[in-house]
Antibody
């Protein structure tokens, strides 16, 4: 079964950092682009960051550019999101998402999400 | 950035109804549009991509169509499992934007 599972969410103070991880299984991780998409509870979806299969192309939403860093380790079937200088508006569920292809930007398989709470 | 505008925001319907949700792009996105379904407390699920291609395992009562920058998701006969929120998403150009969602609830 194709599966992605997030971890690392929690409560963090404004200005601090947090690192999310995503463990993939059931598919050849290194063949696919991967993304982070977030959702404020009760609100809509926002693409946060994406990385192609070989890390050759990385992109960020304007709202997180310069503060968040997406990375992957194909040997470990893992995706990461380093979040620095967190703001209250970053509070959301963060979903790890498998792309439908190597660089298609269709969000094919979603994790269950991990909640990031930014509050003092 | 390409803005995606969905309508309506909320739709009340009954089991067996034909339901249509519209998504309009602020500029041409060719056919690079996907539709997702999200139920409360769950992750979104891909339904349709490239405007009209049904994802594996999605019931055939779901269909997608396009006309220039206007895209439509149709449920031919609404089933109890279909009450959910639906989102469109363009993947023509960064920043890979979503519509604001359409909630389909029980009439």
């Amino acid at each position: 079964e194709v599966q992605v599972v997030e971890s690392g969410g929690g409560l963090v103070q404004p200005g601090r950092s947090l690192r999310l991880s995503c463990a993939a299984s059931g598919f050849t991780f290194g063949d696919y682009a991967m993304h982070w998409v977030r959702q404020v509870p009760g609100r809509g979806l926002e693409w946060v960051a994406g990385i192609t299969w070989n890390s050759g192309t990385i992109g960020y939403a304007d709202s997180v550019k310069g503060r968040f860093t997406i990375s992957r380790d194909n040997a470990k079937d893992s995706l990461y999101l380093q979040m620095n200088s967190l703001r209250p508006e970053d509070m959301a569920f963060y979903f790890c998402v498998k792309d439908i292809g190597a660089h298609d930007y269709v969000f094919h398989v979603w994790g269950q999400g991990t909640l990031v709470t930014v509050s003092s | 950035d390409t803005q995606m505008t969905q309508s309506p925001s909320t739709l009340s319907a009954s089991v067996g109804d034909r339901v249509t949700i519209t998504c309009r792009a602020s500029q041409s996105i060719s056919s690079w549009l996907a539709w997702y379904q999200q139920k409360p407390g769950k992750a979104p699920k891909l339904l349709i991509y490239q405007a009209s291609i049904l994802e594996d395992g999605v019931p055939s009562r779901f269909s997608g169509s396009e006309s220039a920058t206007e895209f439509t998701l149709t449920i031919s006969s609404l089933q109890p499992d279909d009450f959910a929120t639906y989102y469109c998403q363009q993947y023509h150009s960064p920043q890979w934007t979503f519509g604001q969602g359409t909630k389909v609830d029980i009439k």
